[in-house]
């Protein structure tokens, strides 16, 4: 379509710009201005400069985001480049930037600035008119009309009415879509919960598998154990022999006979007494006593330790390797150490009563870098059972030598660095 001329804008001033083109067109003088003016699917750089070539007049509607606008600096550019004429039409008190005060520096402006706008807005009609009569020497186009104002009016609310069905079929679109994003959202969440709980019920079937395999373990390995009766009956024999072979293998004493020391010459008064008279009756010489067989000394049972405070004999040495619960008190209840058998699991506080926080030992094994407190010199290797029961059923406490704490574990647990370190009461 032909037009006289091209309006340049920044989009930020779209209402008074549609409201210059409605005023023009209503006085019949053809307007270009983008969108309204591009066709669909046509090159939007290519059809400004189509439209600017087409044009006799480009009116720039100036403000402070035209200023500031690279878009609308091309265009004016284009516009000198192509020696059409620009009414710069100021909405805004803004002084140009250098690149508009150069394009624009010997041209007329057009102040809109004080309403009403409507007056602003006749004024444009008659200026722009006059230089397309000037330009091409036809009669004025423009005729002053008291229904001019109202039309622009009309217009501009159908342009403010369209751009606010434009904005809120946007946010009615924006609320959609953060609507289907939450649901999305919120399926994904459900999904991880239930492959979250579907994860936490298998790894508690699989604990309970295998607590029920290691508790299987535990009752076939305690069916082919000896009940404690036996292993009593075997301590008492043992101990019945080695009493025995010591009695008859110990070696006898051997005292030595001494050697009377040599006497000197006897002197005149040192003379021997005279013989006594044959047949007449001698004293023996009294005999000496036999020297006295020393005591045997009894060595400490090797391998042990006395508490005398709590009346306690302990192993020196835990067993050496992690074990669970019933593997402790199997390794207690069958400890054959310094002629005993009634070893057992000691419980939490006998523990906590060996504990002194002013001794200092390594620890052994995989614990060497480790500093303990334990009483007696104990060589322990990591934590230790007792047979007291922990914060909950199935559970046990151990308890650490390095912190003085107390630990509740499973009973089937053997991958905690625990041991068994075995107790009895002393004297008996």
């Known amino acids: 379509m032909a037009h006289t001329v091209f309006i340049c804008y920044s989009s930020h001033d779209k209402l008074v710009a549609n409201a210059a083109c409605a005023a023009l067109e209503a006085q019949r003088i053809p307007c270009w201005i983008a969108p309204r003016d591009i066709l ?20 720039l509607i100036f403000s ?16 000198v480049h192509k020696e059409k004429i620009i009414v710069p039409f100021r909405i805004e008190d803004v002084l140009p930037s250098r690149a508009m005060e150069f394009a624009l520096s010997n041209t007329h402006w057009l102040d809109a600035i004080s309403p009403p706008m409507e007056q602003r807005l006749t004024e444009l009609c008659a200026t722009i008119s006059r230089l397309m009569q000037r330009h091409t020497g036809a009669g004025p186009m423009w005729q002053a009309q008291e229904p001019v104002a109202e039309e622009v009016e009309r217009k501009a609310r159908e342009a403010e009415e369209t751009r606010l069905m434009e904005v809120e079929t946007a946010r009615q679109a924006e609320a959609l879509r953060l609507h289907e994003e939450a649901e999305r959202q919120k399926q994904l969440q459900e999904r991880e ?5 579907e994860a936490e019920r298998k790894a508690r079937e699989a604990e309970a598998a295998r607590l029920k395999e290691e508790q299987r373990k535990a009752q076939q390995a305690a069916s082919h154990a000896l009940p404690k009766w036996a292993w009593g009956v075997l301590a008492a024999v043992a101990l019945i022999a080695v009493f025995a072979a010591g ?19 006897p002197t005149a008064s040192q003379a021997p007494p005279p ?3 044959t047949g007449a009756a001698t004293t023996p010489a009294p005999k000496s006593a036999p020297a006295p067989t020393p005591a045997p000394q009894l060595q400490s049972a090797s391998g042990t330790w006395t508490d005398p405070a709590m009346g306690l004999m302990w192993a020196k040495r835990d067993n050496g390797s992690d074990v669970n619960w019933q593997q402790a008190m199997n390794y207690c209840q069958s400890l054959q150490l310094a002629g005993h058998a009634d070893w057992q699991l000691p419980t939490i506080d006998q523990l906590q009563g060996i504990y002194d ?18 009483k007696g010199n104990l060589q322990l290797s990591g934590w230790d059972w007792s047979n007291s029961q922990g914060n909950a059923s199935g559970e046990a406490w151990t308890f650490s030598f390095f912190n003085e704490q107390r630990y509740s574990d499973l009973l089937g647990y053997s991958n905690t660095s625990a041991r068994a370190l075995c107790v009895r009461r002393s004297g008996g």
């Open 357 to 374: 926080a002013s001794v200092s030992v390594p620890g052994t094994g995989g614990y060497s870098s480790v500093v303990l407190h334990v």
């Open 40 to 59: 669909a699917g046509e090159e939007y750089g290519e059809a400004i400069v189509d439209a600017l070539s087409g044009c006799q007049i480009v009116l």
């Open 275 to 277: 013989a006594a008279p």
């Open 64 to 79: 402070l985001h035209a200023n500031d606008s690279p878009q609308v600096r091309r265009e004016i550019e284009r516009a």
């Open 193 to 197: 919960q239930e492959a979250r709980k």
């Open 247 to 265: 009695r008859l293998f110990a070696p006898k004493p051997i005292v030595p006979t001494p050697t009377p020391a040599p006497h000197p010459p």
